[in-house]
Structure formats: C-alpha cells, structure tokens
C-alpha cells in the first residue's frame, strides 16, 4: 500500500508539473491554443446504454469509462491492479475486504462518493431484481458494509481471488445514488469521472464536457463527440479529413489504408479479446459434440487469421497469451483444421441435412468472420446461411438464446482468466452472459476453484485444466485473439491504449 501511495503521488507530482508547464507563459506563442480542444471519437455502432450496471458491451463502456470510475484500476503498462477511487484496502481474512476511500471526491451532480455510494452501487448491481448484464463479476460478494464515511467492507462466501480485478472492471463502476434515483442512468449518466455526460442523441452522437471539478484536476479536452460512423470506409474518410479525429479497432483489411495517411499515428499492441465462432447448446445438433468437432476441423484458422494482416493471434486456447491462466500447452488442445476429417464426420452424421443459421452483427470484423467461416463449412458440407443484426438487437438476440452460431468477442477487461470463463462458460450465467448456454459441472469446478482461491498459482493451475477442458469440449471456438489498434490524427497528444483495448480520454490534448 505505501508503494502504491508513492506511486499515486508521484503521478500527482508530474500531472501537476506537466500543467504548469502547459499553461504557463502568455506569448501567445503556445500551439495548443490555436487547436480546439475538442476530440471526435468514431465508432461503427451506437451504445446500447450509458449505465454501468445495465450494460455489458465495449461500445458503451467507451463511453462510460470517460465519466465514471472505480474503485481500482489496471496500469496500462505494468497491468498490475493499482487503487483509483481507493486509497487502500486491506483484508483481515481470506473472506474480508476492507477498502479506504478516497476523501473530498464528488460526482458531477454534486453529491459526495463515500462509502455509501459504493454500498448503494454494488448492492443493486448483485441484487437479481436489477438484472445486471455482468452480475456475475461481483457475484462472490455476500454482502457491503459501511464501516464508516470513507472505507467500506466487502465480504464473501468464500475467497475471491480475482476481487482487484473484478473491482477494476467498467461494470463495477461506481453511480451516484441520488443520480440513480431520480433519472435513468442508461440516457443520462452522472459519475466522478474526468468529463460529463451532456446530450445523446441516439444512431447519431454521444457528447461529453470536461469535468472542470476533476478530483485530479481538470482535463484538457473541452469537449468530446462519440459519433456513430456505421461504415468503416466513412470513417476513415472522417479521419483524413480532421472530421474525426480518432477511430480504435481497425478492420485489418483497412489497415494499409489507414497508415497510408500522412495526418494519423497508428498503435498495434498484443492484446486481450478474444474472438470466437459459439455453438447453442441448447439446440440440435449444436449440442452434439461430433457436430462441434466437425465444425472446428472445416474452420482453416491459419488462412483467416492471414486475412487480419498481423492484427490476430492464431491459438487453439480461450483463454489468450495477455490473460492470466494462459499455458503455451493450451494451444496442443481441440482441434486444428482438417477439411477430409470435417467432410467424413457431416456426411456420417448427416449435418448437412438441416439448414443451419450463422448470426453475427453488422460490423465488418464480425461479417467477415462470418462469411469466411460460412464458406469452409459449407465445403464441408453443412448448410448455412448468415443473418446479420444491429449491434444492440444481436446482443439481446443472442442473450435470449434464438440463433444457431454466432460470432462473439469478449474484451477481458479484467485481463483474469477467472472472469473470461466465468460469466462467457460457467452454468451460473446461462440466460445472461453465457450465450452459449454450456453446462459442464467438471468445468464449472475448476472455474469455481479458480475464483475461490487467493493462491495465484493454485489459480493457475486451475484455470488451465478448466481452458484446456472446454477447448476438447468445443463450444466456443477460437477464431483469433485480438491485437489492439488505434488511430488517430497527429495532434492528439497523450493517447495511451492499454491492452485491453481500453483508454481514457484524460490526459489527452491537442496540438
């Protein structure tokens, strides 16, 4: 903790120097004051909502990232959990967490963060009533106490090993409870963030101000614009012309494109999502694993993730090389591409009897997924068509389980791989975040040892077998994990990337 103290003070040390040497001088002479401090942010889909409990998808929590906080955060280059919102914490016992807050912090509607507002927030996000999308990230939790105005007390069940980073996630993002009260915090919301919440406009933009009362000081971008861009060419288009001045997540077949632009920074990092082709296991003949097996044998992984023009990592594991629980022996797992293999087991089965649907969302990433997984199966000999839906009605559609295949991503936010498999695998989610509906008790043990232990190695341990197991067990199947990108125009200062694919818009200015 003290190191963590020293940390914290140093950061505030050269935040408060690097603004003195911003601001200071009156010459006139400064480039920055000839560049409106505003940013436009591109995105291909709207958010779905703007409230950390209700939502559980990377397009909103772009957005909410930038207006509410946590109580922990994760160095973007160490990725070491550090506190943000907390002072401190200790635990007394393998089931106690006691957190010290940060004092003399208010949200943007002027009522106090204490430990109250902690209470309030994680209490309605595990209660069933709220039916929160990520419940399953505090779900340990058994019950928050306030110990006094600034330190809290969680409590569990039983040891919770990736607590930090669960406390770190967007989802456990702390709400102002009068904020929560009195309006609906998916349109209008109210957190203790560097910018605040001004008007959405819903298919079109998403704008945000700063938050000139900033507990560590005010940001230096007026203004921020999330605009919905639909079309990637669009949006690069926006880009080159200084219309847009940042876009993340680059279609690997737009790549060269973007880095043949003189006006634009480029970032490509090794990252945490993952990506994978999902089978519904409530369906026949998903829920036969000769079909899994056949489907993944006629996926040529290596040829697509060529396609991604270095922007994917090839692997057999879910869980990827950036998370916690990864072992290199993941990848020996499953099932590697082998079109006889997958031809003799359809025709023996008969899986190309039944017309089967693959629905992914609009998005290019996802399409192109799609279309290429569409034709090797089909030379395999399945019958497949693709149907493809809004970002927004394919989440609902997919949660609600009326679909065949789908092609879905998880960020890991957390980079732990308890929270990957978890709420995406574990029984416990079915009907919620695990989509796929897959239920395993054999798995669903080892995830629970990984989660119930403060054991690092034993977690690791664990969460190999439980990889390992659900890789054979074939509902999810990798198609690549993700390498983080970012572009944007020359005069954006201060953008840094983390590898989860997350990024706060604080310390960024223009020039």
């Known amino acids: 903790m003290k190191k963590w103290l020293a940390v914290l003070l140093t950061a505030m040390l ?11 001088g009156s010459d006139g002479g400064n480039a920055s004051t000839d560049v409106p401090q505003e940013l436009t942010y591109a995105s291909t889909s709207d958010a779905v909502g703007l409230s950390p409990i209700m939502t559980n998808d990377s397009v909103s929590s772009r957005i909410i990232e930038q207006v509410y906080e946590t109580l922990f955060t994760r160095n973007p280059e160490t990725m070491e959990v550090e506190p943000k919102l907390a002072e401190s914490y200790e635990t007394p016992d393998e089931n106690t967490w006691v957190i010290k807050l940060k004092e003399d912090i208010q949200f943007t509607d002027g009522t106090p963060f204490n430990a109250e507002a902690v209470k309030y927030t994680f209490d309605k996000f595990r209660d069933p009533k709220t039916a929160a999308p990520r419940a399953s990230l505090l779900e340990p939790i058994s019950e928050v106490n306030v110990v006094d105005e600034y330190t809290v007390e969680i409590k569990t069940e039983k040891p919770y090993g990736a607590m930090l980073a669960a406390l770190s996630h967007t989802n456990a993002s702390i709400v102002s409870p009068e904020a929560d009260k009195a309006q609906d915090l998916m349109k209008e919301p109210v957190g203790t963030g560097p910018f605040k919440f001004v008007s959405w406009t819903q298919g079109d933009q998403v704008v945000l101000e700063k938050n000139a009362d900033y507990w560590q000081g005010e940001p230096k971008l007026e203004k921020v614009t999330f605009k919905v861009v639909p079309e990637v060419n669009t ?27 003189k006006n634009v920074e480029i970032t490509k990092n090794e990252g945490t999502p993952m990506y994978y082709m999902g089978f ?22 290596e040829a697509y993730v060529k396609k991604l023009n270095g922007l994917g990592v090839q692997g057999n594991s879910i869980i990827g090389p950036k998370v916690f629980g990864f072992d290199e022996s993941a990848n020996e797992e499953g099932y590697s591409h082998d079109a006889e293999k997958a031809k003799e087991m359809v025709e023996k089965n008969g899986y190309g009897d039944q017309k089967l649907t693959i629905l992914t969302a609009n998005t290019e990433a996802y399409m192109m997924m799609a279309e290429i997984a569409q034709s090797q199966l089909t030379q395999a000999g399945f019958n497949v068509e693709i149907e493809s839906m809004e970002w927004g009605t394919f989440l609902d559609t997919t949660k609600e389980g009326n679909f065949d295949i789908t092609f879905m991503g998880w960020s890991n936010s957390t980079a732990d791989g308890s929270e990957l498999l978890y709420p995406n695998f574990h029984s416990d989610n079915i009907g919620s975040s695990n989509r796929m509906a897959y239920s395993n008790p054999e798995f669903d043990k080892l995830v629970e040892e990984s989660r119930s232990n403060v054991d690092q190695e034993v977690r690791q341990q664990k969460l190999d077998e439980a990889n390992k197991l659900l890789v054979e067990d074939a509902p999810a199947v990798i198609m690549h994990h993700g390498v983080v990108t970012a572009a944007y125009d020359k005069s954006v200062k201060g953008l840094q990337v983390d590898p989860t694919g997350q990024w706060s818009l604080y310390n960024v200015s223009r020039e």
Request: net charge negative.
């Open 14 to 24: 050269a935040f408060t120097a690097g603004c003195s040497s911003s601001s200071g």
């Open 235 to 261: 949006a690069i288009s926006m880009l080159q012309t200084g219309d847009v001045q940042f876009i993340d997540a680059i279609p690997s077949e737009q790549l060269k494109r973007v880095e043949s632009l």
């Open 280 to 301: 519904n296991m409530n369906r026949e003949p998903m829920k036969d694993l000769e079909f899994r097996q056949a489907a993944a044998y006629a996926l040529d992984r």
